[in-house]
């Protein structure tokens, strides 16, 4: 019963996972788009291809291992969670909420990058993945109970380092499903940021012709039958455990160089291997990405939302919509870097690093007191 039912949602999941929607670009994508092909300023000094290998670089690699301190705390939801501390005596902090099938280890280069700027960097491992504690019933499995849990590991991470009290200027950062996490934890939580950047953020699954609720309904059905024949999580048909991709085949980034570097750590620390999502996990994130846009506004600081011109993971839907509901912030910026794929923090340096500098410019305005909220 449960193999016949996956076989029979094979094609709606399919289209679910792989299809590519288009819609209407953003009025700023021309200035953006132009930046890059006319003009890649690299004013922050942030780390290029040249200078990498397929492991990031010994510099990045050296800083790492100097300053990454590794520290756990128990969930109140169950599990354990691991995070990163990277402190270097900095005036400024920066949270970064990661994507999924993400590790701590993915972010080596982007925290050597930030950290020169002036920014000690946190780090967190959501549930399920990385090096914190397994959901699903086996090491391989993509899953969540609820997605609130990550809201909630989050603010239990945030709450612990008492940023307010060390910091002058507070940030938040997220890639992905890291930005649905991070945007319910703001619309939900008391917090001590001033800004947040969204790097292609999940505000809305590339569902391809599939509307929402149908995707909706069939995961939850898919989720419920197999939880009457298995203790183990139901993988979404087509997807399973861990397997290396090569980069030909990969739709995540451009960049072959930071493509290795990111997918070596799941070799070099094996524990961090994760495969596709569950059943679960894909109708939990649905419901959450729906209600992080219906409650945008509730959002009390200004926001950035960097959107990748060829992503083919997450739609321009859901970014748009998130970004029109936010209208607390009057200084709120939506940007759109053309061509570049998903992957926008691993991407070729003509997308990635002008991406950097716009969220670099943002923390600055609000350092300054340039970006304002309506009261």
């Not at 990277?86 to 999924?100: D, L």
């Not at 890291?178 to 999940?202: K, R």
């Amino acid at each position: 019963m449960k193999y016949l039912s996956r076989i029979l949602l094979l094609p709606f999941i399919f289209i679910l996972l792989h299809t590519t929607v288009q819609a209407d670009l953003p009025m700023l994508a021309p200035q953006l788009e132009n930046e890059i092909d006319n003009n890649l300023s690299n004013q922050y000094g942030l780390s290029t291809e040249p200078l990498l290998d397929d492991d990031f670089s010994p510099a990045i690699n050296a800083f790492w291992n100097k300053y990454a301190q590794v520290k756990t705390f128990e969930s109140e939801r169950g599990g354990t969670i691991n995070t990163i501390h990277i402190k270097t005596g900095q005036a400024n902090a920066i949270v970064i909420s990661q994507g999924r099938n993400e590790s701590v280890l993915k972010y080596k280069e982007l925290a050597f990058d930030l950290n020169k700027q002036g920014y000690d960097i946190f780090l967190i491992d959501h549930r399920g993945q990385g090096f914190s504690s397994r959901l699903g019933g086996d090491a391989y499995r993509g899953h969540i109970e609820e997605f609130e849990d990550y809201v909630t590991d989050l603010s239990t991470f945030v709450n612990s380092l008492q940023l307010s009290t060390h910091y002058q200027s507070r940030f938040l950062l997220g890639h992905s499903m890291g930005g649905t996490i991070n945007a319910l934890y703001l619309e939900q939580q008391q917090h001590p940021f001033n800004a947040v950047a969204f790097f292609s953020p999940m505000f809305s699954i590339n569902l391809g012709v599939m509307p929402d609720i149908v995707a909706k309904i069939i995961t939850y059905i898919s989720d419920l039958i197999c939880s009457w024949f298995s203790d183990l999580a139901c993988y979404a048909p087509g997807v399973g455990p861990y397997a290396i991709t090569s980069f030909e085949d990969n739709i995540l980034t451009s960049s072959e160089k930071r493509y290795h570097s990111a997918f070596n750590t799941f070799e070099v620390a094996s524990e961090t291997q994760l495969g596709g999502p569950s059943m679960r996990w894909i109708n939990k994130s649905l419901f959450a990405t729906e209600k992080a846009i219906n409650n945008a506004s509730l959002i009390n600081i200004p926001l950035l939302v960097i959107q990748a011109g060829a992503d083919t993971v997450v739609t321009e839907t859901g970014q748009k919509a998130f970004f029109a509901n936010s209208k607390k912030c009057v200084d709120n910026q939506f940007i759109r870097v053309e061509n570049a794929k998903h992957e926008l923090l691993l991407e070729q340096d003509k997308y990635r690093i002008p991406a950097i500098n716009k969220a670099l410019d943002f923390f600055q305005q609000s350092q300054q007191g340039k970006l304002s909220c309506i009261k």
